[in-house]
């Protein structure tokens, strides 16, 4: 972690601020599907706030974003409201994607959020391909896309940074590594030395960042960032990070031990930022504050989105194209 005595109080309070929000909407979001009020899986990201922070803090409104299944953490900190975010993983009406697509396939187009996507590395051609259009039309904009560790094994990882080098698009690649792929180790079915190392070896600028300091992965995002937007091309962040709940919420995660993940609560990235902004001068009751005031609106949040309406049944089909009866026409 950073000097405290250099540290931007205000911006990095702001920082915690969006991580406190983050962590206590999933453990929201975990509490509502023990209560029967999410029918599908959650993947909570409690302990991997600091990649979802350190990134979107140094994206422009208008940037794009593409995530993995384990989203919302991303979700919120690109600018989506968590009421309609909380009402999409309900089912309800007034969600991100009125109630359809549940967690895994949050997605609000306002704020740019293209999409999480539970087909693991399926978001990194997405992003690609949004990317190229952005470069098509002449646009700074550029395409943030966060996937895990398990998604480099799969073969849409070198299709879309190939794809990306070859044509020196606007993407910000981010391997969220938290060490596992699903329940197994990564280390145990990855060859070579990761992320970093296979895009460099087509060319692809790449850094490795501990992704539980979020001092770091903010400086090298705006690195990045920077690069991409002056018309580099294409950067990938390695992030190592730890993930504190199982795979999915009622994942017990029996296949590591109850030692590791102890220690890695206490070098999770909201504990390490708050040590270094208590060391900065900031007021220990004003930390415990930003953590009080984001349970209880998640918590309220909860509440509202359980109390929200059923979408009305006659949307079912609102969002379907008809693309024609396959009987009389070949596509």
């Known amino acids: 972690m950073n000097d405290a005595h250099n540290l931007d109080r205000e911006r990095f309070g702001a920082v915690l601020t969006l991580m406190h929000r983050i962590r206590a909407f999933e453990e929201a979001a975990i509490a509502a599907q023990k209560g029967g009020l999410v029918l599908g899986a959650i993947h909570p990201s409690i302990g991997q706030e600091a990649v979802a922070a350190g990134v979107c803090g140094n994206l422009q409104a208008a940037d794009l974003m ?13 600018g989506a409201d968590p009421l309609a975010m909380m009402r999409e993983l309900f089912g309800r009406a007034g969600g991100t994607c009125g109630g359809k697509g549940g ?28 990317a190229h259009g952005l470069k098509l039309q002449g646009s700074r904009q550029i395409v943030a896309c966060i996937f895990g560790d398990g998604a480099i094994n799969r073969g849409p990882f070198l299709e879309g940074l190939n794809w990306a080098r070859v044509f020196d698009l606007p993407v910000l690649f981010v391997c969220e590594d938290n060490g596992f792929s699903a329940t197994t ?13 296979r895009a460099q070896s087509i060319g692809i600028p790449a850094e490795e960042v501990d992704g539980n300091d979020v001092l770091a992965v903010d400086a090298a995002a705006r690195a990045a960032i920077a690069a991409i937007r002056a018309g580099k091309g294409p950067v990938l ?24 993940v102890e220690a890695q609560r206490a070098n999770c990235p909201i504990h390490r930022l708050r ?48 693309m024609g009866d396959p009987r009389e026409r070949a596509y």
């Open 66 to 78: 593409l995530s993995t299944h384990r989203g919302h953490g991303h979700t919120l900190a690109k």
């Open 103 to 130: 967690s895994m396939h949050i997605a609000d187009f306002g704020v740019g959020m293209l999409g999480a996507n539970g087909v693991v590395g399926a978001n990194i051609p997405i992003a690609t391909g949004a």
């Open 185 to 197: 180790r990564t280390r145990d079915m990855t060859g070579g030395a990761g992320a970093a190392a």
């Open 237 to 260: 962040l390695h992030c190592r990070t730890y993930r504190i709940t199982g795979h999915t919420a009622v994942d017990p995660a029996t296949y590591r031990p109850a030692e590791e």
């Open 275 to 322: 040590a270094v902004l208590a060391l900065s001068g900031m007021d220990r009751a004003a930390l415990q504050q930003i953590h009080d005031r984001a349970v209880q609106e998640m918590n309220a949040i909860a509440v509202q989105a359980s109390e929200t309406d059923w979408p009305d049944p006659a949307a079912a089909f609102s969002d379907v194209q008809d």
